[in-house]
T-cell receptor, first 111, second 114 residues
Framework: AQSVTQLDSQVPVFEEAPVELRCNYSSSVSVYLFWYVQYPNQGLQLLLKYLSGSTLVKGINGFEAEFNKSQTSFHLRKPSVHISDTAEYFC?????????FGTGTRLQVFP | EAGVTQFPSHSVIEKGQTVTLRCDPISGHDNLYWYRRVMGKEIKFLLHFVKESKQDESGMPNNRFLAERTGGTYSTLKVQPAELEDSGVYFCATDQTGLNTEAFFGQGTRLTVV
């Protein structure tokens, strides 16, 4: 069975500071990895995904994530956050048939 | 191009009542998924349609939940009778390939059972 762990339920950070949102997964088979973002009063939006190839994946809005197979991690990073990045972020895995999500990390960016 | 549309956006019903949620997929997307997020917890898979057929309904909580996708277009998810623990946000997602490599989500329906 697959599972996703997002250890940080909330991450407060000041504007222009770097941020890392952690994601670890467990799976006995190869998986696809995703980060989704949910802005206030909106649906889930795909931020980035790892399917194969380069382990460093770049997404929208300046975010990137690195797939680390040995540590079974897929942490999300941004070197300098903006107020507009305030949202909830979900890590997910899939072996194609369904998405399995973590519990989400609420990123709060302060001025 | 229109995205995935869900309605209503919010629904407040009393325990024991019936509620029907609707999802209109992106045109041409044969794969349609329902997910649910109970407050503070992870988003959980409910079921997967390929066109009008249920491919996987392993995540449906119990027989109070009925999902349909007549004609392979829009889908409905009916809860009858609703219980307090059914409260949460119900998301619909569609994917063209069925591989979940790029699933598009609707805004969700927030269901509150009182």
């Amino acid at each position: 069975a697959q599972s996703v762990t997002q250890l940080d339920s909330q991450v407060p950070v000041f504007e222009e500071a770097p941020v890392e949102l952690r994601c670890n997964y467990s799976s006995s088979v190869s998986v696809y990895l995703f980060w989704y973002v949910q802005y206030p009063n909106q649906g889930l939006q795909l931020l980035l995904k790892y399917l194969s190839g380069s382990t460093l994946v770049k997404g929208i809005n300046g975010f990137e994530a690195e797939f680390n197979k040995s540590q079974t991690s897929f942490h999300l990073r941004k070197p300098s956050v903006h107020i507009s990045d305030t949202a909830e972020y979900f890590c997910a895995v899939s072996n194609t048939d369904k998405l399995i999500f973590g519990t989400g990390t609420r990123l709060q960016v302060f001025p | 191009e229109a995205g995935v549309t869900q309605f209503p956006s919010h629904s407040v019903i009393e325990k024991g009542q019936t509620v029907t949620l609707r999802c209109d997929p992106i045109s041409g997307h044969d794969n349609l998924y329902w997910y649910r997020r109970v407050m503070g917890k992870e988003i959980k898979f409910l079921l997967h349609f390929v066109k009008e057929s249920k491919q996987d309904e392993s995540g449906m909580p119990n027989n109070r939940f009925l999902a349909e996708r007549t004609g392979g277009t829009y889908s409905t998810l009916k809860v009858q009778p609703a219980e307090l623990e059914d409260s949460g946000v119900y998301f619909c997602a569609t994917d063209q390939t069925g591989l979940n490599t790029e699933a598009f989500f609707g805004q969700g329906t927030r269901l509150t059972v009182v």
